[in-house]
């Protein structure tokens, strides 16, 4: 776009959707691959091009386009495009190459400037993009008069630049600024309003930014502005304060923006700043944590209402994080943006309740965090409201819930002053999508709608009623049929985590692992009432990871009878982690049966005073990790026989290190062969 070589179809295409138009095409054709996506919006966020690709370009292209490095090549008279692929060996071997040239673009993604370069810029008068990301340089006052033609630059990541030179607002044609990760940028030329071709301003990750410009309004063809920082009206600095009505008339707006210090926001009856931003699709909302600590908000209920109509977005949002909300209660408009497909809620800790968030048919990822005194998801007024054929959650895929202490189910009911609460309000609803669940720090959460379609479920210290709940939910759980039904609760899941997790102990596994049938992954972290491993481990037939943590309390030895049958079961088990187990003394005789091993880590297991001969029973063991482990003294001959074993570390296990020293070690003949020896 910068190099004027875009060309819209019509008046109504803009030039970005012509470049992306131009880029789908060249997807089509192979000539780019996506290389990366991001993770919350799906939207490309690199591209590559085959080794060939790259090769026909480049000879298509002759001098005219070169990547270079300035200590072995120089920069040919018809050179138009440069990226560096090195930093040159001085200031001055920069300039004499830039000296014959006549640059319309200069890029360096690994290019260090010196703290004082204006030479450098007075020799790419002409250049039209100049992108130097990630090198901390001061920017010379003459910027603007030197470079005239410049239409895209890019200075993100500068840590040395805290505010922009003055002459930064005569690049009259700039039509992309790029300022993200300015750490220490404190303050926008007050003059920002003059460059009326600006279509892009990034600065996000400017986060000593403290206030924005007068104008804004002025800059009509804008439809990036990654962020806007709200200040108080009778904040004084040179040019004034911008103030967010600005926004009003920017319609044109696109991608992501995000408000903060909304507490210095002042209600406005009867405006909308955001509402006719259709273009927009991503919207944070976040005030400063000063309210946590000072006085707490003096809005009136009433004011706050204006203000979350104040700040009501388009329907067409996708994407919407509130942080730390000081008022009483959510936006009412929560529930009405259909389009929504990712939904934050953090820190607003005096909110009771929420919207109705369980019929927006898009929303694919929910996180409520810090939500201190919310009781419950899902208003209910009528106890069988939530047993009705409505649509439930009909596309969530992942749902976060962390540190809402008070939150006790997901349904509930707003009382009425002086009324009281009967009793829970149960359901057999269930998330007929959702996939990824973590639970953390909701210590009083006793209930969840069902859920038969999870496969990674995360649990800290959470009530073990919510995983009680989904299996009393199944009828006739205890019968085999039940069991192996794959439209229960938890019948599809892969992977498992237990953390801190104070009362589980072997009964609870006893009733849930026989639900678990399809499971890959288990991690037990911190199970202190934990003794021993549940019989029901007999069912994990499909188990390839077992993890466990500092369970001061598990002896592995447990119902380890001789046949082993806990551990016979794991016909799958690849890998095998034990840490910190104080009670372990021995390494259970049942795990010598599972011969599908490939990795086993022991470590600080202080207690285990050496390893059994039959650990050379595993034929495709490959990694072997013995760390902090004292009391181990030898290796047992059996080593010998691991003949797939390709690397073994000893760490913090002083005779057993002393023992396999290289060459002249007690027990080097029995460890030589393997290839990768960490001691």
Known sequence: MAQGFIESLHKNEGLEEAGDRYVSDLLWRSFLEVEKLDDSTSEVKLFKMHDL?????SKVAGDECKMINLNKDGIGRGTRHVSLASRSSSLENTTTQLEVTNLRTFLSMKYELPNECEGIFTKIRRCRTLALPNADFCIPSSLGSRLKHLRFLDVSGNTSIESLPDSITDLLNLQTLKLSDCDNLTTLPKDLKKLVNLRHLLIDGC??????PCGLNNLSSLQTLSKFVVQKMDHRVPGGVGRV????????????????????????????????????????LRWSARWLWEEQDDKSESDELVVWENLRPHQNLTHLAIDRCPSRSPPSWLSSIRCLVKLTLLRCRRWKYLPPLSELPSLRELELTGLDELEFVQEIRDPQQSNTACPFFPSLETLRLRSCGELKGWWGKRLLVGEQNHGRYDSQSSFPKLLHVEIVGCNNLNSLPLLPSVIDLELRRPDLKVLEHQVV??????????LVSTSIPLSKLKKIYFYYILGLDQSMLETLLPFLRNLESMTFYDCSALRSLSSGMQYLSSLQHLSIYRCEE??????????????????????????????????????????????????????LTSLPEWIGDFPLLQDLEIIHCPGIECMPDGMQNLTSLKRLKIRDCPVLEERC?????????????????LC
């Open 473 to 482: 939910a199944v009828p006739n759980y205890s019968s085999e049929a039940a």
């Open 661 to 677: 020293q290289r060459e002249d070690g007690a027990d080097w003949e029995k460890i030589k062969g393997i290839a990768h020896l």
């Open 245 to 284: 009505d600005e926004l009003d008339g920017l319609n044109k707006l696109a991608g992501s923006i995000s408000l903060q210090y909304l507490e210095f926001l002042q209600p406005a009856p009867n405006k909308g700043h955001l509402g006719e931003k259709e273009r927009l699709r991503s919207l944070e």
């Open 554 to 607: 598990l002896d592995l030895s447990s119902h380890d009878d001789e046949r082993g049958t806990q551990w016979r079961s794991l016909a799958n088990l690849r890998t095998l982690k034990i840490e910190e187990l104080p009670k372990l003394v021995a390494l259970p005789g049942g795990i010598q049966h599972v011969t599908t091993l490939q990795s086993l880590s022991i470590a600080k297991c202080r207690n």
């Open 53 to 57: 690709m790259h090769d026909l370009a």
């Open 207 to 212: 986060d000593s930014l403290m206030h924005m």
